[in-house]
C-alpha cells in the first residue's frame, strides 16, 4: 500500500494542473479581502448593523471546495483521457486499493493547502478589519475551532472530485458536476417547506465545516452529525467509485 501511495505522490506532484489549482487558491484571498473591506467601509460610513466580517471564511466559502474538488478530478482524470489508467490497473491488480491510494493522497493535499489557505484567509480578514469591533479573535473559541476544520472540508471536497471523476471518466462532466451538485442544496431549499429547507441548506461542505466547528448558526446539525454527514460524503464516493471502476472496462 505505501508503495502505491508513493506512485500516486508522484503522479499528482507531476501534474502541472495540481500547481494550477493550487495557485487559484489565491482568488479565495483576493476575494475575501474585497469583501472584508467593503464590509468595513459600511462600517465606517454607517455603524454597527451590517455584516460582520468575523473570521472572513465565510466570505470566500464557496471557491475552496470547488477547487480543491478539482484537484481530485485531475488525479485520475486525465489518466483516463490518455489510457494510462489501464498501465495503472494492469500495475495495480486492486482497484480498491489503488483508489484508497488516490484518496489518501489528494486528501492530504487538499487538507495541508486547505488549511494553509484558511489562516491566510483569516489574517487577511482581520487585517483588513484592523481595529473595527466585526472582526474575529482566536479568543473566541468557535473562530479557531472555524479555521481548524476548514482542512477537512477540503479534504472531503478533494475525494468527492475524484469519486466523480472516477464515475464520470471525463475531466468536463466531473468538473459540471463538481460546481453543480454543492449548489443544489442552495437550489433545492428555496422550494421546500420547514425545516426541511434548513436541513438541505445545511448538507453543503463550507457549512458542514463550520457546523463541525460548533459556530452559532452555522446549519441545522450538530459537531457531531456534521462529522457523520462528512464522512459519509467519503464513504459514498468511494464506494460509488468502486463500483465504476470494477464494473467497467478501464
Known amino acids: 500500500m505505501s508503495n502505491v501511495v508513493a506512485s500516486e505522490w508522484l503522479k499528482l506532484r507531476s501534474l502541472r494542473a495540481t500547481y494550477y489549482v493550487l495557485a487559484s487558491t489565491l482568488s479565495a484571498l483576493a476575494l475575501t479581502g474585497f469583501a472584508a473591506y467593503s464590509i468595513s467601509r459600511y462600517f465606517d460610513a454607517?455603524?454597527?448593523?451590517?455584516?460582520?466580517?468575523?473570521t472572513g471564511l465565510s466570505l470566500s466559502a464557496d471557491i475552496p471546495p470547488v477547487l480543491f474538488g478539482m484537484l481530485g478530478v485531475f488525479a485520475i482524470s486525465g489518466e483516463y483521457a490518455t489510457g494510462m489508467i489501464r498501465l495503472t490497473l494492469t500495475t495495480i491488480r486492486s482497484r480498491w486499493t489503488l483508489l484508497l491510494a488516490k484518496a489518501a493522497v489528494v486528501a492530504a493535499v487538499a487538507a495541508v493547502a486547505g488549511q494553509v489557505l484558511a489562516f491566510a484567509t483569516y489574517f487577511t480578514a482581520q487585517a483588513v478589519v484592523a481595529e473595527r469591533p466585526i472582526g474575529a479573535s482566536f479568543a473566541e473559541h468557535a473562530a479557531l475551532a472555524e479555521v481548524l476544520t476548514t482542512g477537512a472540508g477540503s479534504a472531503v471536497a478533494a475525494v468527492l472530485g475524484l469519486g466523480l471523476a472516477t464515475v464520470l471518466r471525463s475531466t468536463p462532466g466531473a468538473l459540471i458536476a463538481l460546481v453543480v451538485l454543492p449548489l443544489s442544496p442552495t437550489v433545492l431549499e428555496r422550494f421546500l417547506p420547514a425545516p426541511w429547507n434548513d436541513w438541505i441548506s445545511s448538507l453543503t461542505i463550507p457549512s458542514l465545516a463550520r457546523q463541525l466547528a460548533a459556530v452559532p448558526d452555522a446549519g441545522a446539525f450538530g459537531p457531531s452529525t456534521a462529522a457523520v454527514i462528512?464522512?459519509?460524503?467519503?464513504?459514498?464516493s468511494l464506494l460509488l467509485a468502486t463500483l465504476a471502476i470494477n464494473h467497467r472496462d478501464a
Not at 454607517?46 to 455584516?51: Q, R, T
Not at 462528512?230 to 459514498?236: I, S
Open 46 to 54: 454607517n455603524g454597527p448593523g451590517g455584516d460582520p466580517v468575523g
Open 230 to 236: 462528512l464522512v459519509g460524503y467519503v464513504v459514498v
